[in-house]
């Protein structure tokens, strides 16, 4: 298990390392820069601005920098709380191109926690629901619940968060009465928050729905399930202390692989909903070219994503008695 | 071969349903663009934005242009995008896969190592990235989405390959002195067709949504060209006044998507590939 864990680890600093590579790579190698966009920039004001943000130097060297400045210094446990990445690890991410005199540091502080939130509630409601109704669809396979719950989850995947929250937004924001209407903007008091998660989490609910039915499906010939409606349980108690218990392995896998996922939904949701997230901040710094900002979100999200991704592995390896065991 | 079709649709009314409808909407996209007489492109400034009309049939955008048109030629960019992403990836996929496969050993668990690797890099970041670093053509596009989606079909490949490759036939032919590459091609990888068709279908639907995600957010197809994704996007701007304005591009966006999930569905079922 400890062996387990470390490999984990190692593992997952060697792939940030490697993002942290890529990204160095790809902004590094193109030929246009921040700045050359800029038609009203001289040639020298360029030159003075690329020296302020360190562009001038050779290659290697800005290489060396730039993970340096990137490798965590120190670990402060209350710096994570409060969200700051330099009071956390030390890490100063530099000054943001186009947002004048503002650091890359306080651009997160200020949205990160949002865009966690979001992110966060809208997996919580995908999990609880598409679970246990997947369970509940397993345990009547072909009637009339599992019919109506496999149309929902198929619609749950065909409808992304892009088609939805307009859908959402028309519905509960204009035609419904308006003392039953729900706010379309911003992210202030829960009722704020109902449209954007439902938007988020209508399609990894049918995903994950469909997942445990078809786990559900496939245990529920096992010789123990066999053994437990012979001592006569009940179908429910079967299906949710013996069934889930077997299933939860993968879909716990599956669970990191779809947090990645969620930020394509989770940057839609934050512009359509006018959110002032993270993902507001990734999309405009691509859009301008605003490199420290990109690279900043770029790597705060691959380790919350790698993080996500280890933690998930440790526990399906954890709840995997083979692997436990050997 | 119409016998065969019959039977089909006797038994299996669904797959051969699904294909027609996606196959229906695929051509509409490219042979109906020719029948309509508006232009994607041409603007009609004082015509505005109307409603649908005998004239035109779902009703014209904020600029005077015809919304059929418009999604029509962005359904020929998304389902593009999607058929080239999907090939490239299947190709790829197909590749590493059959070798890690077929070549075992050392080899294969490298190439497995490297797969795993992959797997964690979140890669629509790194896809944002080569828009925001290469500008946002067609090409960076496709070629973005298809280099990603191919990691799960290698795995499947990998684990079919590795299963046929003990069974008899392939002794067979080892026996008869031929080539690796000769039993790969011409003895393991036809078996794989069932497989590798419905993991194809299945990364269309995949493919269309990365797409029209980034042209939602601004940062896939660029004006004056639209894709579904982008047509969304204005709709949604406009939607309290003009609703149709968002309304038909969700229903062509969204029965895209559920032809193509059913069909992968369907295939799966047709073709017994086993879930892995």
Redesign the interface.
Known sequence: MIRFILQRFIQSVLLIYIVATLVFLLVRITPGGPFSQDRNLRPEQIVQLEEQYGLSETGFHQYYKFIYSLSPKQLNPVGLIQWDIEKAFGVDLGYSMRYEGRRVNQLLQDSLPTSFELGLYALLLAMVVGVISGVAASVYPDQWPDRALSIFYTLGICIPALALAPILIGFFGFMLPSSLQLPVMHWDSPSHKVLPVLALSFYYLGSLGRLTRAYMLEVSSAPYLKAARAKGLGTWKIAFKHGLLSTLSPIIAYIGPTAAHLLTGSFVVEAIFNIPGMGMHLVNSALNRDYSLLIGCVLVYTVLIVVLNTIADIIAYYLNPQSRES | MISRLKKLWQYEPGLVGCSVAFLGIATICFLGGLLIPHDPHVQNLPLGPTSPSLEYWLGTDSLGRDLLARILQGGRVSLLIALSAAFIATSIGVTYGSISGYLGGWIDAAMMRLLD?L????F???V???????GRSFWVLFIAIGSVQWLTLARIVRANIIQLKSKTFVEAAETFGQSRANILIRHLLPNLIGPVIVYSTLLL?TAI??E??LS????GVQPPDSSW?SL??D??DK??SY?WL?AFP?VF??GT??CL??LGDRLRDHLDVR?L
Not at chain 2, 128 to 134: N, Q, S
């Open positions: 690797i797997y964690a890099i979140p629509i970041l790194l944002i990235l080569l828009m925001a670093v290469f639907p949504l990365m029209s995600a939602f957010l601004g940062l994704g969304i996007r709709g949604a939607m309290v609703p968002m969700t966006f969204v998507l559920l999930n059913l879930k």
